[in-house]
């Protein structure tokens, strides 16, 4: 048995290089978008990725959390991540002391299926609107929030036009699982310009998520995907006039690693690779595995993260 276990261990760190390799992508999708049909060899390679028509091709063949999370790993597994992403907002504000956000108003950018859309309806906020740059997904929450207190709008997060078209200001803009897929610096500069514009000079709020973790200039695989590091981020959020006030690590063992100790990132990823995506999708013996991993990441992530954060940056008043 301990034989086993140490052939295991060894298996895991000679493999460790091309584990990390796999991990980059935050939300790591390669080989499930070939199983989904998506064309993600030319985006991979040639560097061909056109936002709009990535993700209108993607969510229309699968507009759910899968659609919005890590295609091929199952609803149940993307459940499960969400869970831990609740956990990480409701963390940060409880934090920062911001325990009400009945009667704040809330922008989300990239709001997909309007999962946060619910979040936010349900704890008591006045107005939550969506912004997304696809069309198939604008359609959907017209249609999925029918009430006075939410509006959508499709516009790219970096068009000079969103705040025109949006045409107001929030106590809160989020942009979950959104930024790191904007690989372009200048367009990323545009985008955090223009949450600025909306978000509120008093006490205003941008929370987002990216794998703050990764060194600087890391660079992934994958053509739709480029975190940036936390020493990046405090200076493009400074230009706009935010400060971080906290970040709070949303995964240890439900997902791949890009950041930490070498062996830590090695153990999470063969994990990851040879137990969490032979399991995920199976009924009675996945939701075992994956409820064992959540309640092992409840704990470890009070401690630190090896993947995405939640970043809660607060507009300094001008």
């Known amino acids: 048995m301990c034989r086993r276990f140490w052939m295991s261990m060894k298996a895991c760190l000679s493999t460790s290089h091309s584990l ?14 070939r199983r989904h049909g998506l064309d993600s060899e030319r985006t991979e390679y040639t560097g061909m990725y056109q936002p709009r028509d990535y993700w209108q091709n993607r969510l229309r063949q699968s507009l759910d959390l899968e659609g919005v999370g890590c295609i091929g790993m199952g609803q149940q597994y993307n459940a499960y991540l969400y869970r831990a992403k609740v956990r990480a907002l409701e963390r940060g504000l409880h934090r920062l002391g911001i325990r009400d956000l009945q009667k704040k108003s809330v922008l989300d950018l990239g709001a997909g299926t309007g999962f946060w859309v619910s979040f936010f309806l349900d704890q008591g906020v006045s107005t939550c609107v969506g912004v997304d740059i696809a069309d198939v997904a604008i359609d959907y929450l017209v249609a999925k929030f029918p009430t006075d207190r939410t509006a959508f709008f499709r516009s790219d997060i970096s068009s000079p036009d969103l705040p025109a078209v949006v045409g107001r200001q929030f106590d809160i803009v989020t942009a979950f699982d959104v930024l790191y897929h904007i690989v372009d610096d200048e367009l990323l500069r545009r985008a955090i310009k223009n949450v600025s514009c909306l978000v509120t000079d008093m006490q205003g709020w941008f929370i987002f998520t990216d794998s703050t973790g990764v060194s600087e200039g890391q660079m992934l695989k994958q053509a739709h995907v480029r975190p940036r590091s936390r020493s990046y981020w405090q200076h493009v959020l400074a230009d706009e006039g ?54 092992v990441d409840d704990l470890c992530t009070t401690i630190g993260g090896t993947s995405l954060h939640m970043v809660f940056a607060e507009k300094a008043p001008v």
């Open 242 to 295: 935010f400060q971080i006030r906290a970040e709070v690590p949303m995964y240890v063992f439900l997902h791949a690693a890009v950041s930490g100790h070498p062996l830590l990132k090695s153990c999470v990823n063969f994990i990851h690779y040879h137990l969490t995506r032979r399991f995920a999708d199976k009924p009675l013996l996945g939701k075992l595995f994956l409820s064992v991993l959540s309640t």
């Open 20 to 33: 990390d390799r796999k991990a980059e992508d935050p939300e790591e999708q390669s080989f499930a978008e």
